[in-house]
Structures are given as structure tokens and as C-alpha cells.
């Protein structure tokens, strides 16, 4: 090697070097870098030179703003995309809150998860801070008691879904642990009160459709995914028309608690002292009415879990027509 493809080679690898350290978020200074590498400043100064353009060339034909800009507070360099991209210390804090309240995985994997998140969604000077406000919480996270590693079986279900391919599961039911075996074509994956379920439509050959209340095949039934024992994506796809097709969001806002079953409209007064709380609860809900305090409501809800609900509101809720 000549001298100026060898010269040409140590400037190749100083700026991809320098790029690279860039990306992660570290801030370059200029001395720093000139003395590891064993150039002056001039050059690492035309480096950076060199970044910018190419940075300001992708931005042109990508839509990324990305920028190296000097930080007059740091005394360095930096990317300033890197920063844009993260999350701010008070999302990524109500994110962790909210991952550690659905109680929905391991222990081992809840740590693992709030780890990358901290590292990979917030900038390096504050991952400390953030890390200390979950600390607590973190420690006494209390896991699921079926105590199930699940993740890759649900990314499994999530690309059958997404290619209407069917699945034949062995599914442990709740009420008696009995196991069955049911052939299904999957359409979406929900989550609700510490859990992950799969909604599915029951194959129309399944023997086991005569045990089922609910045969009209506008209504799926639902299994919790950490009661799957064994899965298998079958070669097999299956179709349903677009004018027909499932829609998790319209579903999710009419169920409770998960428990399938028929649509219903429900009328009813709620007398208690927080009526934003019912339209929380129950998104169909409108009011129709209110006199002295008490409100009329109407809602359109699947299934039986209506009906938990409503008992746990004791005197506060009258249903007066359901239909």
C-alpha cells in the first residue's frame, strides 16, 4: 500500500469512527479525537466537516433531520437526531409506570425489558435518574402467577395474524384445566387486566362448536395466550371478506373483562360520584339523561362481562332495559 491509499485508509476509518461514536449519542471533542487518532484538529475538524454533508445529503433524500451540531455547554460535538429520536425523561417514566402496573410478564423479563427501554429511549445523561424513579417499584414487581414466558408464542400468533394463515393450538381452559385441541383462524391480539389474549373464529369444521353459547360467526372467542401449551401456524390460510372483517378497536371498546359472547344495548342509571369514571370504563357509553345527580346511560357491549361489572358497582347502577 502507497502512501496516499494508506492515508486515504486512515481517514476512512477516523470518519466511520467518528460517525459511528456519533450515532450512539457520544459527544466528540476534537482534542480527544485528534490525539487518538495521532492527527491534529484541522483534520478531525474536516471530518466532521465531511459528516455534516453527508448527513445533510440523506436528509435531502431520506426526510431525516439529522445534524451534527457543537454543543457550547459540553464543549464537544453532537448528533442531533439522536436526541430528537429519544424519548423525553417524563414519556419514558410514564411508559416504565405503565409496563410495570400490567403485571403482565416475568419478573426476569419485566427487568429486561424496563433495561433496553431506559438505555435505547433515553439520552445517557439521564438514564440514572430514570432508572432510580422505577427502581422501587421495580424491585417489588410481583409477577403472574401462571408464571409463562410467552413473547415468541404471541409474535407467532401476530404473524398468523397478519397473513390469515390458521393455527391448531392445545389450550389449557381456565375453568376446569382441562386441555383441548382447536383448529382457529386468528384476527387480533388484545390486552386487558394483566393479561394477552388471542381472539379467534372457530374453524367451521371444529366438533367443539356445539358446546360454544355463541355459534353466529360475527362473535370470535377468546383464549388467554399464557394458557397455550403448544402452537402450530398451519400452511393453510384462510379468508374473510373485507366488508366482514374484524375490528379489534370497535371490539375492545364494547367488552369487559374480556368474557365473550353476544352484542348487547344496555340502558341504565348510575346514581355514584364519578360518572366520567362509567364513560371511562364503558366507551360506547352516552348519556342521555341526568336529573339531581343521577345519570342516564345507554352502552352496546359483547359478552358476559357486562355483568361483573355491574355487580361490583352495587347500588350506584340500575339497569332499566337490556336487549
Same mark, same amino acid.
Given at each position: 500500500m502507497n502512501e496516499i491509499e494508506y492515508d486515504r485508509s486512515s481517514k476512512v476509518e477516523r470518519i466511520l469512527g467518528i460517525y459511528t461514536k456519533l450515532m450512539n449519542g457520544h459527544l466528540?471533542?476534537?482534542?480527544?479525537? &485528534?490525539?487518538?487518532?495521532?492527527?491534529?484538529?484541522?483534520?478531525?475538524?474536516?471530518?466532521?466537516?465531511?459528516?455534516?454533508?453527508?448527513?445533510?445529503? /440523506? +436528509?435531502?433524500? @431520506?426526510?431525516?433531520? +439529522?445534524?451534527?451540531?457543537?454543543?457550547?455547554?459540553?464543549?464537544?460535538?453532537?448528533?442531533?437526531?439522536?436526541?430528537?429520536?429519544?424519548?423525553? /425523561?417524563?414519556?419514558?417514566?410514564?411508559?416504565?409506570?405503565?409496563?410495570?402496573?400490567?403485571?403482565a410478564f416475568t419478573k426476569k423479563e419485566m427487568d429486561s425489558m424496563l433495561e433496553r427501554l431506559i438505555e435505547g429511549c433515553v439520552p445517557q445523561e439521564n438514564q440514572k435518574l430514570v432508572a432510580e424513579l422505577? *427502581?422501587?417499584? &421495580?424491585?417489588?414487581?410481583?409477577?403472574? *402467577?401462571?408464571?409463562?414466558?410467552?413473547?415468541?408464542?404471541?409474535?407467532?400468533?401476530?404473524?398468523?395474524?397478519?397473513?390469515?394463515?390458521?393455527?391448531?393450538?392445545?389450550? *389449557? *381452559?381456565? #375453568?376446569? @384445566?382441562?386441555?383441548? +385441541?382447536?383448529? %382457529?383462524?386468528?384476527?387480533?391480539? %388484545?390486552?386487558?387486566?394483566?393479561?394477552?389474549?388471542? +381472539? &379467534?373464529f372457530l374453524d367451521d369444521e371444529d366438533e367443539s362448536r356445539e358446546h360454544f353459547d355463541v355459534l353466529n360467526d360475527s362473535f370470535p372467542t377468546i383464549y388467554r395466550i399464557d394458557r397455550i401449551q403448544k402452537l402450530t401456524v398451519l400452511n393453510e390460510h384462510f379468508h374473510i371478506p373485507y366488508s366482514s372483517?374484524?375490528?379489534?378497536?370497535?371490539?375492545? #371498546?364494547?367488552?369487559?373483562?374480556?368474557?365473550?359472547?353476544k352484542l348487547q344495548k344496555l340502558k341504565f342509571q348510575y346514581s355514584g360520584t364519578n360518572v366520567e369514571a362509567i364513560l371511562d370504563r364503558l366507551p360506547t357509553a352516552k348519556i342521555l339523561a341526568e336529573e339531581d345527580g343521577v345519570y342516564t346511560l345507554s352502552a352496546e357491549v359483547f359478552g358476559k362481562g357486562i355483568d361483573m361489572w355491574l355487580r361490583s358497582q352495587g347500588d350506584a347502577v340500575k339497569v332499566i332495559e337490556r336487549k
Open positions: 466528540i471533542n476534537k482534542a480527544e479525537e &485528534a490525539l487518538h487518532y495521532g492527527v491534529n484538529e484541522r483534520s478531525i475538524q474536516r471530518d466532521i466537516d465531511d459528516i455534516r454533508d453527508y448527513l445533510e445529503v /440523506n +436528509t435531502a433524500s @431520506q426526510g431525516y433531520p +439529522t445534524s451534527v451540531i457543537y454543543d457550547r455547554v459540553r464543549k464537544g460535538y453532537r448528533l442531533e437526531q439522536t436526541y430528537t429520536m429519544k424519548l423525553s /425523561n417524563s414519556e419514558i417514566l410514564a411508559i416504565c409506570k405503565i409496563l410495570l402496573d400490567s403485571r422505577i *427502581r422501587n417499584e &421495580a424491585f417489588h414487581y410481583i409477577e403472574p *402467577r401462571h408464571r409463562t414466558v410467552f413473547l415468541d408464542k404471541m409474535w407467532d400468533l401476530g404473524q398468523a395474524v397478519r397473513s390469515c394463515q390458521y393455527i391448531e393450538m392445545e389450550y *389449557r *381452559r381456565g #375453568k376446569d @384445566q382441562h386441555v383441548v +385441541t382447536r383448529k %382457529l383462524k386468528p384476527v387480533a391480539i %388484545l390486552f386487558s387486566e394483566y393479561y394477552f389474549y388471542l +381472539t &379467534a372483517r374484524f375490528e379489534e378497536g370497535e371490539f375492545r #371498546k364494547r367488552i369487559q373483562f374480556m368474557y365473550g359472547g
